[in-house]
């Protein structure tokens, strides 16, 4: 009720306003940056600023995106749109303190439930969202074409002088009334609440995209109809959740926080967007209607997702989820000030609902539930039998949601309709609305106005890569060594952390005589997350080497993938990594200093249907190809700088005996050892037995043990001079020798941007 009163006095405030003396709607986003955002973006920064302004644009961080990705991918956005004033906030180093004290500057990498004092945590809904392909690796790259074809402006994610998601979305609140639109988990503006309640008030409305209220199937359904409608969610594996929709279960507390703030909230849930999806009319009409940069990015990106999309069913499947979203909420702004009385893209409902966060019984105690567990007083000051005290879903394996051949039990994150005090009266979409032109091949009203939109002519994209430069072009640098006689053939297995990329620029410029790097092996379950191959692309082409093949390994940990849904996984081991600073954040972006190096024409790819057999090579297809490339005799040398599961794959698939040689395990220092020629650094090695401990509590796991009953010994470096180690390692670096052929992005943009002088 308290939801309709309010919703009622902003329609009379605004009734009240002079149209004229109207001030714009200024916009807060928090987004996941997934394509969908991206799209939404576009169609909101296309409006008239003087009617919507966007002042601000936060990230949440534990949904469908890595943090340094996403910061980096809208400042390109916003550069191409002309928005460079917009400011983006991202991630955050403060905690939640046992007492449920909320420090400053939380960074929203994990669920409110689960956020310690560190930005490292598990990942129990967040194992929903795939971090590899079909997940976070193609929602980052955007499928291979983000660096292709999008612009790359002055800004950039710089460490200690990058800001916070809290501090942007509290500069931009405390500035004056604002609208907020949710893209994705409800984190963010749900530790801004509990946070900040003072300024509550400056929050006008939200508009959201989540949740799932009742199922979309209909009593004359087909067949292959009922398959897409039959659950009311859309998680991956459904056998543990029927119920929840993404954007609301990845952070279940949250959205109820947001929900029940007493803040009017309009919610466009799958119930109406999947009356909305990319259907094969509006995507032909697409094609065929590609008048600005961006209407023409927008476009290639839905193609590629068509092009890798697991069935044939993407013009069923996918969804306008966040598009359609920012369509309603500027229809229904706009007829809040206009009293025009309904939406002109959705049929609107008032809908009773609340979130579900914990699964009856409630009042127990079962270990999976972090505000009550071993708590005499409950965290945040839940009620101890209240509706967050009871089972918390664990995961996607989680054995209390799993009901032998049925779907699954667990309801967290569930928009449940309910009546009672946990009820809220929330606006509902229900449904899109179809075109008012009849004769339209377009089924509904929101297709015309989003083709319509993108492609204004006005508030377009300055530039694309290519338009930006008339000289550009993709060459590859690929060195032409003759017949010079090369060195041990050797193989880098990394997990892409900074150290990992200095020791891979320590050997790159080392005498191919001495070393032959053959190939790199990427670990995508380390300190950095899949995406940033491409910051290895880009290193091998500033030095030259675009000839040195690369591939991609797992992004699980051995036996950590879903039996049934391989995408999907747990991060049980990686979860001690953390993901601000000094984790994946500045691995991700190498510190930053990832946007000063030159674009290489090679990147991440995923497989497509148009072009099959030329996605991204795996660590195992890249090592077969050096295998086979080996002269008769030759062996390998591998330096692993990461986890092991390449190596443990390699092994498993294969015999492996007869083409290794030695194996490294050691960062910089094992890649100085492998090379050698220094004669004072005194290195002094000891054999021991070693037995990793792969069993038990995950306090213990990973722990070397010496074991006299092992057969096998190990080779380890005992001691080492220090200073000759650092002289050794500086001089190779800092050596004119192999130098890069390419000194930065700024570089390379010049070449394309001037003719080279020629000379007769």
Known sequence: ????????????????????????????????????????????????????????????????ND????????????????????????????????????????GGYLPIIDQGVSTAGGCRYRQEVPPGQDGRLDVNTNYGIRKALLPQGERKYVPLQQP???????????????????????????????????????????????????????????SSEAGLCGDIGNLYSQDSNPYAEYNIFVDPFAAYTVLHSGIPITLIPLDATRTVPVDEKFFSAFEQKQETYEAHYSFQSLKMIRDTWPNKEFHKEFCMWDFFMV?????????????????????????????????????????????????????????????????????????????????????????KEVNGPEAVSVLVATEAKANR????????????????????????????????????????????????????????????????????LYLLKLPVELINLKGILVSANGWATAA????????????????????????????????EFPSLGDCRYSSSIPQGSGGSLDSDTLYGFARDLPRSPRRYRPETTDYPGLGQPTALDVWKSIVKSLHPGSKITLLTNGPLTNLAQIILSENTDSVIQDTFLGEILGAVILAGGHPLLNQTFEFMPLKVVAEGDVSVIGQLLIDENQTKMVKILCSINPEAYYEQFANILGGKQLSAVIASFVEEKGTWATQPNRTC
């Open 1 to 64: 009720m308290l939801g309709r009163v309010l919703w009622m006095l902003i329609t009379v405030t605004g009734l009240l306003l002079n149209p004229v003396d109207a001030q714009p709607h200024r916009i807060l986003v928090d987004t996941d940056v997934n394509i969908d955002d991206v799209l939404a973006l576009f169609y909101l920064l296309k409006q008239n600023n003087t009617e919507f302004d966007l002042k601000a644009i936060t990230i949440n961080a534990n949904g469908w």
């Open 67 to 106: 943090a340094g990705h996403a910061v980096n991918y809208l400042y390109d956005i916003l550069f191409m749109m002309d928005r460079d004033d917009v400011p983006v906030g991202v991630g955050g180093e403060g905690g939640i303190l046992p007492n449920g004290t909320i420090l400053p500057n939380v």
């Open 164 to 222: 916070t998601a809290q501090q942007v979305m509290k500069d931009a609140i405390s500035a004056g009334p604002i609208t907020v639109f949710l893209m994705g988990a409800h984190t963010n503006l749900a530790t801004f609440l509990m946070s900040n309640p003072r300024l509550k008030n400056n929050i006008k409305h939200i508009y959201a995209m989540g949740g799932a209220i009742r199922s979309t199937c209909s009593e004359n359904a087909t």
């Open 327 to 415: 369509g309603v909420a500027l229809s229904q702004m706009q007829s809040l000030e206009r009293d025009e009385g309904e939406n002109k893209f959705a049929k609107m409902e008032w809908r009773n609902i609340s979130v579900i966060t914990s699964n009856r019984p409630y009042g127990i105690s079962d270990g999976s539930n972090p505000l009550i567990d071993g708590r005499s007083i409950p965290k945040f000051n839940v009620q101890k039998k209240g509706v967050h005290s009871g089972h918390v879903q664990l995961g996607n394996q989680d054995p209390f949601c799993l009901v032998k051949g049925r779907k699954g039990k667990c309801q967290d994150g569930y928009t």
């Open 437 to 504: 032109d009849v004769d339209s091949i377009l089924a509904k009203e929101f297709y015309k106005s989003f083709l319509d939109v993108i492609n204004r002519p006005k508030r377009i994209g300055q530039l694309n890569t290519r338009a930006g430069f008339p000289l550009y072009q993709r060459v590859l640098q690929k060195p032409d060594f003759g017949k010079e006689l090369m060195g041990k053939p050797v193989v880098f297995d990394m997990d892409m952390s900074a150290g990992d990329f200095l020791a891979l």
């Open 532 to 563: 940033t191959i491409e910051v290895v692309y880009d290193i091998l082409h500033m030095m030259g080497r675009d000839d040195i093949p690369v591939g991609l390994g797992n992004v699980f940990a051995v036996g950590q993938s879903h039996s």
